[in-house]
């Protein structure tokens, strides 16, 4: 009922930038917040930053400063720009919803895109 689809992963150098963007879709009937995860092979999922409806964001301490998460209520679509991009940054890329559907309003859940590989080479 809800559909996640990231774009804008690809292969990087080291201290280059890259743009994610997330379009979300569906019988979404409210957002309480989106964000990106990353799951670096044999790694667990990681936030890497999130943004609540009113635009109050948090970020994992390895890439404050270097990233910024941004969204479009409107439009359903949430961005995060990454600069200084490092080595240790490659992952695949994971867009995240909370909220509910118009089938369950009163469930607010986690949803989940497919995800997008960021590589960066040194």
């Known amino acids: 009922q809800v559909q996640l689809v990231e774009s804008g992963g690809g292969l990087v150098q080291a201290g280059g930038p890259l743009r994610l963007s997330c379009a979300a879709s569906g019988r979404i009937f409210s957002i309480s917040a989106m964000g990106w995860y990353r799951q670096a092979p044999g790694q667990q999922r990681d936030l890497v930053a999130t943004i609540t409806s009113g635009g109050i964001t948090t970020y994992a301490d390895s890439v404050k400063g270097r990233f910024t998460i941004s969204r479009d209520n409107a439009k359903k679509m949430v961005y995060l720009q990454m600069n200084s991009l490092k080595p240790e940054d490659t992952a695949v890329y994971y867009c995240?919803?909370?909220?509910?559907?118009?089938?369950?309003?009163?469930?607010?859940?986690?949803?989940w895109g497919k995800g997008t590989l960021v590589t960066v080479s040194s």
């Open positions: 995240n919803l909370y909220g509910s559907t118009w089938s369950a309003r009163n469930v607010v859940m986690n949803y």
